[in-house]
């Protein structure tokens, strides 16, 4: 019996000191430019910091502009900002193909928070992830993302592919004209679950897009995007508010949608490539620009059984609700269920099922007022308000 006391309290003891060591391994790593700020700071640049970083590590940086690329390649790593008058991360004078910040393939772990972020050549912030080396359990929070370029790549200002359980809110994104034609605000392929909350967006081609690599799923199918789009703003983008290219789950909820050059939220992207399981819930969507695809929201290309439940639909383009096959894109949508939502002011018609579905879409106790073309194409699908 003593020697069981004996042999519990030695594991006790081992446990211990294990958790210990662990703790001991965390430490902050505190960075300033100028070590004005922040007088004992140990480092004057993130990238420095970051090599004699280890895992699960913080680095602290201190108010200050840092005219540097990073790259992150170690897991359980805090990248944050101290508070006003903030940190800048800019890439001014890096490489053509840098990105502000890169997450390494295979990383985990990691949250980046309280940084603006600016002049980046290629991305803001890119996660590379591949299907051997996926990343996981990433979050991104209170950021300010702008002014990025298209010296090189595509100017994304936040890209991941393959990556699960991503989570970006409170983060604001501006693409300017300088990021290039295809530059997208948020770009997420493969990537499951993921959140996106109070996220606010103006400009770029696509504000967020649930992606796929064009031709998208020919011949090879790739993994889809799944997640939710909350509580957010996206305006003036080139293309799509919001483009779900490739999900069978997405929930789109509580956004406002203002000022998209085609529709303002797209399901479907390539026909051979269906998309399945979207529910679209109490969003506005307005003022979209482009006939004769300015559509409010727009099912189409080959996608199947979303719910468009709730939402405000005003002032667009086009029409205010659309179920069929995009002009000069081909593959049509069917099994949607439209209903009790609200579509005024357009310029087509409110609701439109063009009738090429392979299936049957249902419309119910749609409201429909001052649309110039009409209330729905065919009638019937929205009651008249006066």
Request: net charge negative; aromatic share 4%.
């Amino acid at each position: 019996m003593k020697r069981l006391v004996i042999l519990q309290a030695i594991v006790i003891m081992l446990i211990l000191m294990a958790f210990g060591s662990e703790q001991a391994v965390a430490a902050k790593l505190v960075v300033d430019d100028d070590s004005v700020e922040c007088p004992t700071a140990g480092f004057a640049t993130i990238g420095a910091a970051l090599a004699a970083a280890s895992s699960n590590d913080t680095i602290e940086v201190c108010p200050g502009t840092y005219f540097e690329a990073v790259v992150i390649i170690l897991n359980g790593i805090t990248l944050k900002g101290k508070p006003a008058p903030g940190a800048i991360l800019d890439g001014t004078g890096q490489l053509p193909a840098d990105n502000c910040i890169t997450i390494a393939p295979g990383v985990s772990g990691v949250t980046i928070k309280d940084l603006e972020i600016q002049n980046c050549n290629n991305r803001g912030i890119r996660g590379p992830g591949t299907v051997a080396l996926p990343l996981s359990h990433i979050k991104l929070k209170d950021l300010d993302i702008h002014a990025v370029s298209q010296v090189a790549g595509d100017g994304h200002a936040i890209d991941f592919v393959h990556a699960a359980h991503v989570k970006i809110k409170d983060v604001a994104v501006a693409v300017g004209p300088l990021a290039g034609f295809f530059a997208e605000a948020i770009r997420l392929q493969s990537v499951s679950p993921v959140t996106v909350d109070n996220v606010h967006i103006v400009g770029g081609f696509v504000g967020v897009n649930f992606a796929c690599s064009d031709p998208c799923g020919d011949p090879v199918p790739e993994p889809p995007t799944n997640g939710i789009i909350k509580h957010s703003t996206i305006s003036g983008t080139t293309d799509n508010g919001v483009l779900l290219a490739n999900t069978t789950h997405a929930i789109i909820d509580g956004n406002v949608i203002a000022g998209a050059g085609f529709a303002g939220i797209q399901v479907g992207f390539r026909a051979v490539n269906p998309v399945t399981g979207v529910q679209i819930f109490n969003n506005v969507v307005t003022g979209t620009v482009l006939a004769p695809i300015g559509h409010g929201i727009a099912l189409a290309r080959g996608s199947s059984g979303s719910t468009v439940k709730n939402n405000i639909v005003t002032g667009n383009g086009t029409d205010g609700i659309f179920a069929g096959t995009i002009v000069g894109t081909g593959g049509s949508t069917g099994g949607n269920t439209i209903d009790h939502n609200v579509s005024n002011g357009n310029t087509g018609f409110g609701y439109v099922d063009d009738g090429t579905g392979f299936a049957v879409n249902v419309f119910f106790q749609n409201e429909c007022k001052a649309n110039t073309a009409g209330g729905s194409d065919p009638t019937g699908l929205c009651v008249p308000q006066t």
